[in-house]
C-alpha cells in the first residue's frame, strides 16, 4: 500500500511553484488582510490514530496480532489527513500573492508546462453559492485544480487531479481528491471530508477509492471511514466482489489517545447498519477459517485455533500516541484517564455505506 501516498507527492511541486509566483518584497506573507483565501483546509489529527506505517507484520502463525490490523487504519488515516495539508500547502502558497480579488496569472511548473490560474467571484456549486472560486489549468486547458470557498463563514471546497498538476506523475493516472472543509458545521467547531477516487490497483489488498469524515470538539475528534479493496481476498480465495475497510473513531488532541472499531462489510453492502459488528474483522476472520478447517480436523481444536488467532481482532483497538499508536484491544482497556466512558462510546458514528464508496467518482465542477 505504499503507492498510496505516491499521489501526494508531485502535488508538492505546484505549491513550490505557487510561491515563486508571489510577490518578492519583503512585506509579501499569508497573513496580510488583503489575502481573500481562507487560511486552512484540514484538522490535525493527534498521533494516536494517524501514523505514516501501513503495519508490521510480527504476528505469528498461532494469532494475528493487533498492531497488524490497527496499524493500517492508522496508515489510511495518514493519507487522508496528508491530502488535507498538501490543500493548506497549496494555499499558503497562493497566499503569498496577497490577493485581494479576482485574479489571474500563470507560471511554468516542474513538469515544464504553462499552468493558468484564474479566481473569480460569486460561483454556484454543490447547491450553493461561493464568494470565490479558483481554477488552474494545464497549459492544454485541462482542469488540475479548483477551490471554492467564503471568507464570512470559513468552509471551502478543494479538488485536484494530481496527474494534471504534474503530468510525471504515472502512478496513479485517474486519482482525484477532493478535500471539503467548514468551520460552521453544527456540532463541531472544525469538520472536513477527505475523498480519494481512482487509485490504481495492482495487488489484492490495494484501495482504489476512499472516504473520511473529521470532526472536531473542543479537545474529541470523531473520526469515521471507508476505503474500497475490489479485489481484496483475506482467507477463502473463492470469495470475490471486494470488501470495504470501515471505521469509527474517537481521539483526543491533547491526551493523543485514540479509540477505533473496524470492519469488513462486503463492498456491495448497501446500508451502513451494524456494518462494524456483523461485519467486524474477528467474525469476518472466524468465519472464513472455520469454513476452510471445519470437517478437516478436530472440532474443539479448530474452535481453539482460530479463538487464538483472532483474539487481537476483537473491537475496539486502543491508542496512545506517546507509546506508538496501537497497545491493546478488546476488554484491556489502557489505564490512561482519559479513556472514559463517554470517550469510548462510539454509538454515534456510523461508517458510509459501503457499495457508496466503491461507486464514488471525484469529478470537476
Known sequence: MKKLTSYLVPVIAIVLMFYACGKDDDNNNSTNVSNILITTMSVDIPDAISGASNGKTSGTNESLEGNEIYEHMRFFVNVGESAAEIVDNIITAINKNN?????????????????????????????????????????????????????????GIAILDPDKIDITNTDNPDLMGKVEYSEVESGYDKRMIVTLSGLTVTEGTDLDNMKMFVGKSGDVLDVYANS??????????????????????????????????????????????????????????????????????????????????????????????????????????PSHTGFTTDFLDLSTLSPYVPVTIRDQAVTFH
Open 99 to 155: 490577493l485581494s480579488g479576482p485574479a489571474e496569472f500563470t507560471f511554468t511548473a516542474d513538469d515544464g508546462r504553462t499552468k493558468i490560474v484564474t479566481i473569480v467571484a460569486n460561483e454556484f456549486y454543490d447547491g450553493e453559492n461561493w464568494e470565490f472560486f479558483l481554477e488552474m489549468l494545464d497549459q492544454d486547458s485541462s482542469k488540475a485544480l479548483q477551490v471554492f470557498w467564503d471568507t464570512s463563514t470559513v468552509k
Open 228 to 333: 474500497n479493496h475490489p479485489n481484496v481476498q483475506l482467507v477463502d480465495t473463492n470469495y470475490t466482489g471486494g470488501r470495504n475497510w470501515a471505521f469509527r473513531a474517537h481521539a483526543h488532541s491533547t491526551d493523543d489517545i485514540g479509540v477505533a472499531e473496524v470492519g469488513l462489510p462486503p463492498s456491495s453492502t448497501s446500508t451502513n447498519v451494524d456494518i462494524l459488528s456483523d461485519f467486524s474483522i474477528d467474525k469476518v476472520l472466524s468465519e472464513e477459517l472455520h469454513n476452510m478447517y471445519d470437517g478437516t480436523q478436530d472440532s474443539a481444536y479448530v474452535d481453539s485455533a482460530i479463538t487464538e488467532f483472532v483474539k487481537y481482532a476483537k473491537p475496539p483497538g486502543y491508542f496512545i500516541g506517546a507509546q506508538g499508536g496501537y497497545v491493546s484491544n478488546g476488554d484491556s482497556i
